[in-house]
């Protein structure tokens, strides 16, 4: 999971560590770029905290039985 939210940081870094594009729609571009980096982030870590919960919720062990039928 630690890849998915890291995913976009090369392309972010490029685009704000130095003037690469200049002008109105550079900027529009970077605001999205970041826009979409912060939420990939987000969902990123919503996934993490799901698959917890769910696995929090699921028994360690279960009888034989029920895990054949």
């Keep these: 999971m630690a890849q998915l939210e890291v995913a976009m940081d090369r392309a972010h870094a490029a685009f704000t560590g130095k003037a690469v594009w200049a002008g109105p729609v550079a900027r529009d571009f ?8 912060t939420r990939l982030r987000v969902l990123a870590q919503r996934i993490v905290e ?10 360690e062990r ?3 039985s029920s895990a054949a039928g």
Excluded at 50 to 59: C, I, S, V
């Design 62 to 64: 279960v009888a034989r």
């Design 50 to 59: 799901e698959l917890e919960n769910e696995l929090r919720g699921t028994p």
């Design 30 to 37: 970077t605001e999205e770029l970041t826009g979409r980096r």
